[in-house]
């Protein structure tokens, strides 16, 4: 039987070509599963999960747990806000009181960079890293990948273009790891601020014209601007950035071929992109979200099968 190559899913930097397309054909199965009218199965039974977040999170948190259920898994929910941390517990202590609950995996989303890394190797559970501060977000960038897949058939030689605040993303950064590993072209654009320095060395272009880069791609994945990661000002003024970096449906209209619009979530409607692009037909916002479930089903079921 395949099984990953790993015992955690901490990044996408640790996954092969081979993991991603085991994910993909196991998520396959699970999205059949839960558009059944029973969209359980009983393969998880004996599983206990703690998802443990630390900030703030919609899709991800819900996904996860949605994910988890369906598989029959046994399921605690840990927020850090109405927890013994705001009274100064750490990492560790926190995470290890979860596990001598009997728990067997943590999904775990935090604001510093390596803080599942940092678990992985202090706790005996198996990890999933549900976004870590600016650092990776595996699970959103294999149901980006996953996304692409279904609409356009095939990942490898797409265009895909990442539009946005590329310095504070972990979106950003898992996903082209992703596309790379998988063939796919992959430019970055944005304001020049928002562009880290060494992001050509991973492979990619840098576009700092947004029509050149929407004529060029074939899916422009659109990222908010993390205001929450900006310790100063990276452009003059939101306005300026939308009519500089914003998608509306006039400029969409107007580029010589039809793009797949992506999004992670939370979509700012007006900023990043105006809410007749969002809706529009070219958009798979949602769908994005859909498969988030069936991805995370499949990394759960091929983690849990390697819990001795
Ligand atoms: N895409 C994503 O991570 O969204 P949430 O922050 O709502 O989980």
Redesign the pocket.
Same mark, same amino acid.
Request: hydrophobic share 5%.
């Given at each position: 039987m395949s099984e990953l190559s790993v015992k955690h899913l901490l990044g996408i930097k640790y996954l092969n070509e081979k993991d991603i397309q085991l994910i993909f054909e196991t998520a396959d199965h699970f999205k059949e599963v839960i558009n059944r009218s029973i969209k359980k199965v009983p393969s998880l039974r004996d599983i206990t999960i703690a998802n443990i977040f630390f900030e703030?999170? #919609? =899709? #991800?948190?819900l996904s996860f747990e949605l994910a988890e259920k369906r598989l029959s898994a046994d399921v605690i929910n840990f927020s850090a806000g109405q927890s013994s941390v705001k009274k100064g517990e750490t990492l560790i202590d926190t995470v290890n009181n979860i596990l001598s609950m009997k728990v067997d995996m943590v999904v775990m =989303?935090h604001p510093n960079p390596g803080a599942g890394i940092f678990l992985s190797k202090h706790v005996n559970a198996s990890i999933v890293n549900a976004?870590d501060g600016a650092h990776e977000?595996p699970t959103?960038a294999l149901l980006d990948s996953y996304s692409i897949r279904e609409k356009l058939g095939d990942v490898s030689g797409k265009n895909v273009v990442i539009v946005g605040d590329i310095l504070h993303s972990r979106?950003a950064l898992s996903n082209i790891f992703a596309l790379k590993l998988q063939g796919a072209n992959v430019k970055v654009c944005g304001p020049k601020t928002l562009l880290p320095k060494y992001v050509e060395s991973l492979g990619v272009e840098v576009e700092t014209d947004l029509r050149k880069a929407l004529n060029w791609c074939d899916v422009a994945n659109m990222l908010r601007i993390q205001n929450e990661r900006l310790d100063i000002s990276y452009f003059p003024t939101t306005r300026e950035y939308t009519q500089q970096f914003g998608v509306n449906k006039k400029l969409l209209d107007s580029l010589d071929k039809e793009i797949v619009i992506m999004h992670?979530?939370?979509i700012n409607r007006g900023v990043e992109i105006t809410t007749d692009v969002a809706d529009s037909k070219q958009s798979i916002i949602l769908n994005q979200v859909e498969n988030g479930v069936a991805i995370r089903m499949a990394v759960i079921y091929l983690l849990a099968s390697k819990i001795k």
């Open positions: 703030n999170s #919609t =899709r #991800t948190k =989303r976004g977000h959103q979106v992670p979530g939370p």
